[in-house]
């Protein structure tokens, strides 16, 4: 699948990379009681902060954007990325 381009594509170096990073997913209460997801902690050097915002949208069925460089995600994602991005092997800190 077309959508699954950052697991294809991994070296090595890149899995390094992606292990070293410590990636915080935290949520966020937003007007009307809306609830946001936000994920930072992304080294964007070495991560395409855009297509990795677009395939966690598609992984978890929600809206979202990339604000600097923070990805943030409508409703309560923490479960369901926690498991996308250590499976895409990133290590992940979820706050409470």
Do not use: C, N
Not at 21 to 34: A, C, F, N, S
Not at 74 to 96: A, C, N, P, T
Request: avoid cysteine.
């Amino acid at each position: 699948m077309k959508d699954d381009k950052i697991f294809r594509e991994l070296t090595p170096l890149d899995e390094i990379a992606r292990e070293s990073q410590v990636v915080r997913i935290e949520t966020d209460k937003r007007r009307y009681g809306k609830w946001m997801t936000i994920v930072s902690g992304f080294d964007p050097h070495s991560e395409d902060l855009k297509e990795l915002t677009k395939t966690l949208k598609k992984k978890t069925a929600t809206g979202g954007t990339l604000k600097g460089e923070k990805i943030e995600l409508q409703g309560d994602q923490r479960d369901k990325l926690k498991k996308v991005l250590e499976d895409m092997g990133f290590k992940v800190e979820v706050s409470q």
